[in-house]
């Protein structure tokens, strides 16, 4: 049984005479303990999906659970009380502004009813988690965006959640504050036993952190899986887009001898830094030439395809195939 | 030559009618401005029937000339005060006229609210009521003042006007001694020291404004 269940999951806007549909027939189980990722494009359904997990929307059919709990059938005030053990981060933040940092840790307990000496000690416990012990007296406007998330996440954590929510969280910082921010999360989650959902259109915030990932897509979950998986052969077409950063199936046109075999080989930011095409030439003494080859270097990292024309020998061909495998290349024949 | 104690009375008198009737207007204006930000179609509790309502009324008292509803409202200001004459007698119809004025100016400053900040409390299981006080208020503190200082600015202006109703204060002075009697020296003194007063308010309440904003 996962800490979040999400069945049959729709929602539909109504905008004038025409239905908007934000997702559709979404169904997928979160783990008690996982880090579990959703990606999609922009206006693929992420934040409607996530913000359904605490029923900040509400769904048009469809079931969701927490601990077993049909968030549909609490009272206003049942309710209230799952949220505090679903905290949320967001993209843009969210700080009360017109408050200093260690009272907006304090909020969320202030609202539960928390005395005041209480809620103090456990900001301070989460100023010092998130490392801003020192500007517990700061008001946000004179911190960082990294900064300003972290005050978020120990927010959000002040009501000892079983699961934590983001929203894009990284969405708004550079790489090297995203890293830090990931850490924190993993941090969260392996030391305190955090449930972490994630939604993103990023892929690097997928692969570093997360154990399971699904794909958005045009209101439908295209693909679910171990982030390692989904990585190495993402089976639908959105997926091979997010993880090569290119189109990896369509777009590539070229004339095709008869008789020929073509293989494509999927570069996902790890291999890369090892001349791997020159390895298996000298390995497996297979010639082999290049037909087209796209990479381009996302944040940091190689990601993008390679076909080779193999030789015609199929003992060759397999030789091939099996050092990539070893090589923790993805390859697959193209058709 | 006019006695300088008439200023001084007249200051007074305006002070009063102004402070009171703004402090009145604002314990009437402030909840009508949050239920009118709730009831609103993306507020906390959209209710179409209540909203469309109160906006109504509100529209209807802010489009009365204030001196037309100074005179529509004495019997009701006979009730509460006892008299129709004097600055006492000019706070009811300021408060009518003032608190939808208010409400509006309320509705309007909780408007400025970032969306997302009142998502993050729902999600921390925040009532409605402690999103209102905790969050909304709190948050639109600085917009609130700026807000004072043209409501009560406003209202001066007001106060002025019942002047010729006999309702006290510099507009009292300005016509009864610089426009029946045609002293050019009184109406010239009254209006200056109407402008330092507005001007005195004004800065006033921008400080408070800019000295509560955090995030500047």
Wanted: glycine share 8%; proline share 3%.
């Amino acid at each position: 049984m996962g800490i979040i269940e999400i069945k049959d999951l729709t929602k539909k806007y109504h905008n004038h005479d025409n239905d908007l549909i934000a997702l559709q027939d979404i169904t997928f189980d979160i783990k008690k303990g996982e880090i579990f990722g959703i990606i999609g494009l922009s206006g693929a359904g992420k934040s409607t999906l996530v913000r359904m997990m605490n029923y900040l929307e509400k769904p048009t059919s469809g079931k969701v659970s927490f601990e077993g709990r049909d968030l549909a059938m609490l009272s206003d005030s049942e309710l209230r009380a799952v949220r505090k053990d679903i905290g949320m981060i967001f993209q843009s933040f969210n700080l009360l502004d017109q408050t200093s940092v260690i009272k907006n840790v304090t909020f969320p307990l202030e609202i539960s009813g928390i005395g005041k000496k209480e809620a103090m000690e456990r900001a301070r416990e989460l100023l010092k988690l998130v490392d801003l012990s020192d500007k517990e007296k700061e008001f946000p406007s004179k911190l960082s965006g990294g900064q300003k998330q972290r005050v978020a996440i120990a927010r959000a954590l002040a009501t000892k959640p079983k699961v934590l929510l983001c929203d894009e969280a990284t969405s708004a910082l550079d790489p090297k504050t995203t890293e830090q921010i990931l850490s924190l999360l993993k941090k969260v989650n392996i030391e305190m036993g955090v449930t972490i959902v994630i939604i993103t259109h990023q892929m690097s915030v997928i692969e570093k952190v997360c154990d399971r990932v699904a794909i958005l897509d045009k209101s439908r979950i295209e693909e679910i899986g171990n982030v390692k998986d989904v990585f190495k052969s993402p089976k639908s077409q959105i997926g091979q887009k997010l993880i090569f950063g290119a189109t990896v199936n369509k777009d590539v046109d070229f004339e095709k001898e008869v008789g020929k075999k073509y293989l494509r080989l999927a570069f996902d930011g790890d291999v890369t830094d090892r001349p791997i095409l020159a390895d298996m030439i000298l390995e497996t003494k297979c010639r082999v030439s290049i037909f087209y080859a796209n990479t381009k270097v996302i944040e940091g990292k190689v990601v993008g395809q390679l076909i080779i024309e193999l030789p015609n020998d199929s003992e060759q061909q397999k030789i091939i195939k099996d050092y990539l495998e070893r090589s923790g290349v993805s390859s697959w024949e193209v058709e | 030559m006019v006695d300088l104690n008439l200023y001084i009375v007249a200051i007074k008198e305006t002070f009063f009618m102004t402070l009171l009737s703004s402090a009145i207007s604002y314990i009437i204006g402030i909840p009508l401005g949050v239920l009118l930000y709730s009831t609103a179609k993306d507020g906390l509790t959209p209710n179409t029937y209540v909203y469309n309502t109160l906006s109504l009324v509100v529209n209807i008292f802010r489009s009365i000339p204030f001196l037309i509803l100074l005179i529509l409202v004495l019997p009701i200001t006979k009730v509460i005060v006892g008299t129709t004459i004097g600055a006492k007698a000019v706070v009811p119809p300021l408060v009518i006229s003032a608190s939808p004025y208010i409400a509006r100016m309320v509705e309007s400053s909780l408007k400025e609210v970032d969306f997302g900040v009142i998502e993050a409390a729902k999600s921390m299981g925040a009532t409605n009521m402690q999103i209102i006080t905790k969050v909304l208020l709190k948050e639109s503190r600085p917009s609130l003042f700026i807000g004072a200082a043209i409501s009560i600015t406003t209202i001066l202006g007001y106060s002025a006007m019942a002047g010729a109703v006999g309702g006290g204060g510099l507009g009292d002075v300005a016509i009864r001694y610089g426009y029946y009697r045609y002293n050019q020296e009184v109406m010239l003194i009254t209006v200056v020291l109407l402008v330092i007063i507005v001007q005195l308010l004004q800065s006033i309440f921008m400080g408070i404004a800019r000295k509560s904003d955090k995030r500047l």
